[in-house]
């Protein structure tokens, strides 16, 4: 049997974290939570097989996309969630190393079918 997959999840809001992380893990995914940036840093900083994070920009501001930049150096894959459709949160989504931007509210199928193709599953 594989190991599973370890996801990090980063939203602010600890309810929608709470949702994302049941779902991934009822998919059969690890999760680890995360709600605030230093709690990004310290686990960023601590855990080296993180395999994926899926990061909700809102509710954080400029400084979120340092630590994007930091997850591309480390050669982390990463999806950015975002609360409205955005060609700037897009562009700067994608010029700070995401692989892929998704607006909510998230179309489940196509989270899945996006982890998949990123995990190589």
């Not at 562009?91 to 509210?105: E, F």
Request: net charge neutral; proline share 3%.
């Amino acid at each position: 049997m594989s190991e599973k997959p370890l996801i990090l999840t980063v939203d602010s809001n600890s309810r929608n974290l709470e949702l994302l992380n049941q779902f991934l893990t009822k998919q059969g995914y690890e999760t680890i939570g995360v709600s605030s940036l230093e709690e990004l840093d310290r686990i960023l900083s601590e855990l080296s097989e993180i395999k994926l994070v899926m990061l909700d920009i809102a509710g954080f501001d400029r400084t979120i996309w340092e630590r994007c930049e930091q997850l591309q150096n480390k050669q982390i894959p990463f999806l950015v969630i975002s609360p409205k459709q955005s060609a700037t949160i897009q562009l700067q989504s994608l010029a700070h190393g995401a692989r892929s931007m998704l607006v909510k509210p998230l179309v489940m199928r196509q989270l899945l079918a996006l982890i998949k193709s990123l995990l190589g599953d």
